[in-house]
């Protein structure tokens, strides 16, 4: 979990920075907020940033394990719009206890693996490999 006193924008916007490294990441900004996708879909939604709302994000999550620790944090709810049925989980980034930037890393990467093709999720892993 974050340290207290984490800025919840710094760690958005470490959050956003990862997301568009991903092979294919494209940011696009539909309904005024940020969404990063590949393949034309989205991966992560960014809400807040940038004086806005307050920032918190929604990825994926189909592991079960995973998608119940995501929903353990302070706030986080199933995504609206029927999206939480299919594992969407919305994480707020400012309540005391919120997930640090590592574990959101991961996560992105998860709805990242969940939603990309296998090509690019194969471009990923050798880029990891490599280093």
Known sequence: MAKA???PTAVWDAVR???LTLPGAVEEF???ESVVKVNRKVFVFLGGGDGGPAPGITVK???DEVH???LSCPDAAPAGYGLGRSGWVGVPLAPEGAPGVELLREWVEESYRTIAPRSLVAEWDATRSDG
């Open 68 to 70: 119940a620790h995501a």
């Open 5 to 7: 006193g984490s800025d």
């Open 17 to 19: 920075e990862f997301a």
């Open 30 to 32: 539909p309904w005024g």
């Open 61 to 63: 999550l189909v592991d």
